[in-house]
């Protein structure tokens, strides 16, 4: 049976960019300062051509932009979808402590809260 593809929604996209740990460190590096390709890819043991395919991903997603002067390509945060990310967790994390304050005497009803919940966000 064949699955059918869609695309990412923004934050499966986000989230996908963040699991990756080259790509978080990534994000730490700018969130002190744009930077080239070259400043960026410095500090990683790998081709650069594998290294700017995580660029894509990030300026995919819409967690870094870039632009180009001349030779250089600079990359910066662009920290409006890492907030969507944000917004998500803070979401959980209320369901989380909402669930904390339900009977527990019947630890299903908790679990079906967290599943009902989760399908609403």
Do not use: N
């Amino acid at each position: 049976m064949a699955v059918a593809t869609t695309a990412l929604k923004p934050i499966d996209s986000v989230f996908r960019a963040l699991s990756d740990p080259t790509r978080r460190q990534v994000l730490e590096r700018l969130s002190q300062s744009p930077a080239s390709v070259s400043e960026l890819a410095a500090p990683f043991d790998m081709a650069l051509p594998s290294f700017v395919e995580h660029l894509g991903v990030l300026e995919g997603c819409g967690l870094v932009r870039s632009h180009k002067k001349g030779r250089v390509r600079t990359y910066q945060l662009a920290p409006k979808r890492l907030r969507l990310a944000e917004d998500w967790l803070a979401r959980q994390r209320d369901l989380w402590e909402r669930s904390d304050e339900l009977p527990t005497s019947r630890g299903r009803r908790r679990w079906a809260f967290i599943r009902i919940a989760s399908f609403h966000s």
